[in-house]
């Protein structure tokens, strides 16, 4: 790939007090690369978040697919995906419903992801509400505890899925992601300016690609800080570097508007 000889003015990390509509209009037309919430929750609602999280059943991803360790909880539709694209809804189904009542369980309060939706639903100017398959409404809002990096990919559901999977059609992906734990070094994610060309998979990489693909491509980098919320457009290629100065865990979930303007929400 040859070296960007020139920089997108547009394409940079932009702190501010609130998420807006403008914001989220954008991060999906990709006139920006991300936008951060210093302090979105406060230090309170991070620590009840913390003393929640061994009410949760987490577990790890097969190494032999996820060679970093990565601590999760909650189903990613991306998980159940079958190589014609499709959902695997049985296995999928099962896994949501048992997240919901693992969820409903460990009785986080204040509850970052429905905090954090109805933030956004008011900056969007109407709630974000939970995308449906068939009627029945996927679960939204994950957690991840990656201390050793995640490698470089991208995510885009209508890439994953390109025959549809939701009963919305979804024009644009957003990823939103809180800090409830920050290492005292390291756990920075990259963004670069770079969507899935043909020619990128020559450097896969297990789930994702080695970084000759993002070679010369223009990046802006979020460090982690606790309470901190973070939007991005996650079908641009995007990365965490390894956290060796503690835990970095983060509640997340992806979003989007659909054709009919709703915002819309799973993970």
């Known amino acids: 790939m040859p070296a960007t000889t020139a920089l997108d003015p547009l394409f940079t990390a932009l702190d501010t007090e609130a998420f807006t509509d403008r914001h989220l209009a954008n ?63 049985d296995r999928y189904w099962l896994a949501a419903e048992a997240a919901r ?83 005292e070094m390291g756990g920075a994610t990259t963004v670069w300016r770079h969507r899935w060309e043909p020619a990128d998979e020559q450097h896969r990489e297990a789930y994702g690609y080695r970084t000759a693909a993002v070679g010369g491509c223009q990046q802006v980098r979020v460090i982690p800080r606790l309470g901190d919320g973070l939007l991005f457009n996650p079908v641009n290629f995007h990365a965490v570097e390894p956290a060796p100065g503690g835990r970095r865990i983060a509640f997340a979930f992806f979003l989007g508007p659909t054709t009919t303007g709703q915002l819309i929400a799973w993970s």
């Open 101 to 183: 009542a693992a969820w409903h369980r460990a009785g986080l309060r204040p509850d970052p992801v429905a905090v954090a939706m109805a933030r956004l639903g008011s900056a969007w100017g109407a709630a974000v509400v939970p995308t449906t398959i068939g009627g029945r409404a996927v679960f939204g809002g994950t957690l991840r505890e990656i201390n050793a990096g995640a490698l470089v990919h991208y995510d885009d559901i209508n890439r994953e899925f390109p025959a549809g999977v939701f009963d919305q059609d979804v024009v644009a992906q957003l990823a939103f992601n809180v800090w409830v734990a920050v290492p």
């Open 27 to 89: 991060l999906a037309a990709g006139t920006l690369a991300a936008v951060r919430v210093p302090g979105f929750l406060d230090t309170h609602t991070c620590q009840a978040a913390l003393k929640a999280l061994d009410r949760l059943p987490t577990a790890d991803y097969d190494p032999q697919r996820v060679p970093t360790r990565i601590v999760r909880f909650g189903p990613a539709l991306n998980g159940y995906r079958d190589k014609e694209g499709r959902l695997g809804a």
